[in-house]
């Protein structure tokens, strides 16, 4: 191993950005597709197609579909009970101490599937899984803003019924398009007097200005994505003087065609600007990556020194949504490894 493959190996770390339905890796989707018909036959033929392409989408609606696959092969509460358990052991694999991850409750409900059921089974292999590996959890329920506010609303419902047990925030993906942020203001009021957290992807396929609404009309705590405020000062400007994190996914924006590399993420930028940035990896395994590629491949691609890999990961331990004391507890980890 090279010095920088050891230091992030050992280096402890928080993923903020994660969905579920995104990291079912080969051998989770293999399992899952047992016993489901023709479903082992698709499942390889989609792993060879995503193999050719380089796990690259060339519009955001391929990506879409990609993720739709996935999704469909989760049709149990024991389904997803098992892509938690999986994903947990990875996260446990990478030294990830911390992780709040992106349940897709909007795509359950579009399913019509029982998202009780589900979030208690989830909920149960959390418990079982963090315990044995040593790895906290807490979750994110995500609505589909394209699908609209009475959509939102419905998920939001979910969320605040399951704050008391690892729900910590309200969250929207989607079309940023379809789906503007003035949509949403009063649902996300409603999640703030809940006692959730707020979160949103903004920046990610539309412009600066989506960030902006997100902030001002959302009043959002963190932006997933946020890739275009670097075309805008200003917004920078605004997530700076708000203290407001970008989960920033470099794999996820070039394997989208968002930016032409890794390379190409305007990391600089947002740091000169003052942006607080942490490192995450999406849908590790739609776009082949996983926390610790994206901190590998930052250090090579701008030669990030140790200091500044750390600083990366103690960005994401205080940007994330753990009472205070836990808070501290992962930054003195982080920086005890950055200093041995």
């Known amino acids: 191993m090279t010095p920088s493959e050891t230091f992030v190996d050992k280096l402890p770390k928080v993923e903020l950005h994660v969905h579920l339905e995104g990291s079912l890796q080969p051998d989770t989707l293999r399992e899952l597709s047992r016993g489901k018909g023709r479903a082992q036959d698709d499942v390889e033929q989609w792993l060879l197609e995503r193999q050719k392409n380089g796990y690259r989408y ?3 609606m391929e990506f879409v579909e990609a993720f739709k696959f996935a999704v469909l092969l989760l049709e149990t509460p024991e389904d997803y009970a098992l892509a938690t358990t999986r994903l947990i052991e990875s996260f446990a694999a990478q030294n990830i101490r911390y992780a709040e991850i992106t ?3 909007g795509v359950v409900l579009w399913k019509k599937q029982p998202l009780d059921q589900i979030y208690e089974a989830v909920r149960e292999a959390t418990l079982d899984a963090g315990a044995r590996l040593g790895v906290r959890i807490n979750w ?4 589909i803003r394209h699908f609209g ?10 969320a605040i019924r ?5 729900v910590v925030a309200f969250g929207l993906g989607g079309d940023e398009e379809r789906g503007p942020a003035s949509l949403f203001a009063e649902i996300y009021r409603e999640a703030r007097e809940s006692g959730l957290h707020t979160v949103a992807h903004a920046g990610e396929t ?3 200005e989506s960030v902006r609404q997100a902030v001002e009309l959302l009043k959002v705590e963190r932006i997933g994505h946020g890739l275009s405020a670097a075309r ?3 917004v920078c400007e605004l997530l700076r003087d708000r203290g407001i994190p970008l989960e920033a996914c470099p794999s996820s924006n070039a394997a989208m065609g968002l930016i032409s590399g890794f390379r190409e993420y305007p990391l600089q930028t947002f740091l000169d600007r003052g942006v607080i940035v942490t ?4 849908d590790p395994a739609l776009f082949d990556t996983s926390i610790e590629k994206e901190f590998l491949q930052a250090a090579r691609e701008w030669s990030l020194s140790k200091k500044q890999l750390a600083m990366l990961s103690e960005n994401a331990a205080r940007a994330a949504f753990l009472p205070e004391e836990e808070k501290q507890s992962l930054l003195l980890e982080i920086q005890q490894a950055a200093a041995a």
């Open 162 to 166: 399951y704050r008391p047990a690892g």
């Open 279 to 282: 490192l995450n990896s999406d």
């Open 103 to 105: 349940l897709s409750a």
């Open 232 to 234: 805008d000062p200003g």
């Open 149 to 158: 506010p009475d959509h939102a609303r419905e998920v939001l419902k979910w």
């Open 206 to 208: 539309a412009g600066p």
């Open 58 to 60: 060339s519009r955001f």
């Open 140 to 143: 994110i329920f995500d609505a």
